[in-house]
């Protein structure tokens, strides 16, 4: 990074607002942000615009419209290093379940004026479009693994950003697997971690929401749920709730469907 | 009066207070079973009440459930999802920290090391912890945090009196009667705890009990009850030449079939008591401070077998592989003794219940033929 306080944008596409909220959820953090970094462009922030390039840019959201497919491209070429934030940037998020289905048949039934819709047909990840240098997935994304990748790019490391399953986190934090004591359905194998494997230590299964962990085996869990307590759909249903349109879920969930009567 | 070591004992079961207080005046933390979650795992304790009264387990490949009954039972239930490396050799260890101000200055230097009484350590976990002794502290390499944390450790052993579906301790030598080295070791009784007296410390915290030598009756219905675990036992491995017989299948096409149903999340490793495995995570705030933290690792973690220029082990198959060769063989050759003790955890604890026993069994048909 140069000796300037290095120059960062946060961007909105198709999504919840809900990773840029999770940036201004690090409440304790803010101001030390805010004097290390200028924070030159991050419109639900701050009205404030300071033109590019910048040195590091977050894109929350996935590419649903024309307008979107376009301007992801000027940003790309006016960021040096792009992360992609959340489920919807990193792999199309909730609203990919549009491309399973004609997008058209709920435009129609929807909305008063079908005629003012202009969308695609699909909902895609950012790094379907542009180059993108790092993804940090969850739903939302972590506030500690945004902060640790902030902190790392500013002293030029690699973030670490682990890319094992949920089950490691719970067993360093000694969370009793709900899945084996409480016969919960948990999603924690598959799914990478990042979250500190938050929704076991409460109790829940996991629902996938940082997407597939590198060695995510979803037919492999769909398999042995189906002989002891969950039927398939309930599987290709879970797995497609947040990330569905990454391609391992894709894939598992489109092999699972034509296998199950 | 305190009894000498190597007697055998007795003492009303609500005398465990007082131990428990006793141990607590020599200032050390309490670690001991407490219902948590659904299952009885380990946790600092003060007092008996926090121990699972009541409680116990029934464990199956895949399956754990914590039962509360009608007897007044302190230790009726088997090892749980967590051991005592947890305590011995913690998940996240912070290294030291330090700050970057133009240099690097150290700010802290590392953890004290705590001292700590286990209470209820099963024979299987006494075994284990005999062998993480092999590896980190009696070996080449000594890890000062887990020598500081063993040396000062008091044991307070438990022989069980019944063994779940997925314990093996019987094949592997290690239980379910606790052997090897012990403060106090005890075993329940309806009424009283029988407890054998295995060193200076384990007498003393007797002190302010109403101990007395334990009657042949006690010893006879303590001996009794361990038996009843051992007739328990339904899973078995066969030990002889199993190194070699692994060695021998590298090349097996069973590796492929057992690690098609293995999800490869790593529980088998991260439940072992006997795993030591670790990875050295740095990290950094936006002020410039930073803290090395080692955490456990797993061989089943891609990032575990990265080297320069790529994956040792690319494939499930060779991780799958790996870890059974290393806890059933190289582990013998490393470190002279089974990396396995026949606790059961891996089967219990593997979210598809894949069964270690099972799968050694298929490996010796294949070796028979
Ligand atoms: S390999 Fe399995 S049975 Fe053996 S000591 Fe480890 S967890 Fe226990
Ligand atoms: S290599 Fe694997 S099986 Fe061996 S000690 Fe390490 S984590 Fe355990
Ligand atoms: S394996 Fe043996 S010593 Fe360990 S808990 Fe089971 S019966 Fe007890």
């Given at each position: 990074?140069?000796?300037?306080r290095?120059?960062?944008?946060v961007?909105k596409f198709?999504?919840?607002?809900g990773c ?18 200028d924070?030159?462009?991050?419109l639900e ?8 390039p910048?040195d590091?840019?977050?894109?929350e959201?996935?590419?649903t ?5 376009e ?14 934030i959340?489920a ?12 399973w289905?004609h ?14 819709i ?7 990840p950012?790094?379907d ?9 969850g ?5 500690r693994q945004l902060?640790?990748?902030?902190a790392?790019?500013?002293r ?7 890319p094992?399953a949920?089950?490691i ?5 000694g969370?009793?697997?709900?899945m084996?004591?409480?016969?919960v359905v ?7 971690t990042?979250?500190?494997a938050l929704?076991?230590s ?5 629902y996938?929401?940082f997407?597939?962990s590198d060695?995510?085996k979803p037919?492999?869990?769909?398999e042995?749920?189906k002989g ?12 497609r ?5 990454s ?9 699972l469907?034509?296998t199950?009567? | 009066?305190l009894?000498?070591v ?23 933390r ?13 946790g ?9 009264i ?5 464990q199956?490949?895949g ?23 947890r305590?011995?050799?913690p998940?996240r ?18 953890e ?12 299987c976990?006494?075994q ?17 945090q887990?020598?500081?944390r063993?040396?000062?450790a008091?044991?307070l052993?438990v ?5 779940s579906?997925?314990c093996?301790?019987?094949s592997?030598?290690?239980g379910?009667?606790?052997?090897g ?7 329940e009784?309806?009424d ?13 915290v007797l002190?302010g ?5 334990a ?20 899973r ?6 199993l ?16 690690s ?8 088998c490793?991260m ?24 955490v ?6 891609t ?5 320069h ?31 396995c003790?026949?606790?059961g ?11 270690i026993?099972?799968v050694?069994k298929?490996?010796r ?5």
């Amino acid at each position: 990074m140069n000796q300037a306080r290095p120059k960062v944008a946060v961007y909105k596409f198709s999504s919840c607002d809900g990773c840029q909220l999770a940036i201004l959820c690090l409440e304790d953090e803010l101001l030390t942000l805010a004097e290390k970094v200028d924070i030159a462009n991050f419109l639900e922030a701050r009205s404030r615009v300071v033109d590019g390039p910048y040195d590091i840019t977050f894109v929350e959201g996935s590419i649903t419209t024309e307008e979107e497919r376009e301007r992801i491209q000027r940003i790309r070429e006016n960021s040096k290093y792009l992360v992609a934030i959340g489920a919807c940037a990193v792999s199309g998020g909730i609203q990919a379940l549009r491309n399973w289905i004609h997008v058209d048949a709920f435009v129609q039934a929807i909305y008063a004026t079908p005629e003012h819709i202009h969308t695609l047909a699909t909902s895609t990840p950012i790094a379907d479009h542009v180059h993108v240098d790092l993804e940090l997935s969850g739903c939302p994304v972590n506030k500690r693994q945004l902060l640790t990748v902030i902190a790392s790019l500013l002293r030029g490391r690699i973030p670490d950003v682990p890319p094992y399953a949920v089950c490691i986190d719970c067993k360093l934090n000694g969370t009793p697997c709900v899945m084996v004591a409480q016969d919960v359905v948990c999603l924690g194998p598959l799914t990478r971690t990042g979250c500190d494997a938050l929704c076991p230590s409460f109790g829940r299964g996991c629902y996938g929401c940082f997407g597939p962990s590198d060695m995510s085996k979803p037919e492999t869990l769909a398999e042995h749920l189906k002989g002891r307590r969950t039927a398939t759909p309930e599987i290709i249903r879970r797995l497609r709730g947040i990330n569905g349109w990454s391609p391992k879920f894709r894939a598992a969930t489109e092999k699972l469907e034509k296998t199950t009567p | 009066m305190l009894p000498r070591v190597s007697a055998t004992v007795a003492i009303p079961k609500p005398d465990l207070q007082q131990v428990f207080d006793n141990l607590r005046g020599s200032r050390l933390r309490l670690i001991g079973p407490t219902v948590v979650d659904g299952a009885i795992a380990l946790g600092e304790i003060e007092r008996t009440e926090q121990l699972p009264i009541g409680w116990s387990d029934e464990q199956q490949p895949g399956r754990y459930r914590a039962k509360h009954g009608a007897e007044k039972t302190y230790f009726a239930f088997n090892v749980g999802p967590h051991s005592w490396r947890r305590f011995l050799h913690p998940p996240r260890l912070t290294l030291f920290s330090a700050k970057a101000n133009g240099k690097m200055t150290i700010e802290h230097d590392g953890e004290e090391p705590p001292r700590y009484a286990f209470i209820g350590v099963r024979a299987c976990d006494l075994q284990a912890i005999a062998v993480q002794d092999r590896v980190l502290m009696n070996g080449s390499y000594r890890d000062p945090q887990y020598v500081a944390r063993r040396s000062n450790a008091f044991i307070l052993a438990v022989n069980c009196t019944k063994a779940s579906s997925t314990c093996f301790c019987t094949s592997m030598q290690s239980g379910p009667r606790v052997t090897g080295a012990f403060d106090l070791a005890a075993t329940e009784l309806p009424d009283v705890f029988v407890l054998d007296v295995g060193s200076e410390a384990g007498s003393q915290v007797l002190e302010g009990t109403s101990w007395a030598p334990a009657n042949a009756f006690d010893v006879g219905r303590a001996t009794e009850a361990v038996q009843k675990a051992e007739r328990q036992i339904t899973r078995e491995v066969r030990t002889d030449h199993l190194g070699s017989l692994l060695f021998e299948h590298l090349e097996s096409p069973l590796w492929k079939e057992v690690s098609g149903r293995c999800l490869g999340c790593g529980n088998c490793t991260m439940v072992c008591p006997t795993c030591f495995c670790t990875t050295v995570v740095d990290t950094i705030d936006l002020s410039g401070r930073s803290e090395r933290i080692r955490v456990w690792d797993s061989c089943y973690t891609t990032d575990f077998s990265h080297v320069h220029g790529g994956n040792i082990r690319p494939s499930l198959r060779a991780r799958y592989r790996q870890w059974v060769t290393h806890k059933f063989a190289a582990w013998r050759e490393q470190f002279g003794v089974s990396g396995c003790v026949g606790c059961g955890r891996c089967i219990t604890w593997c979210p598809v219940g894949i069964d270690i026993t099972e799968v050694l069994k298929a490996f010796r048909s294949t070796g028979v033929k």
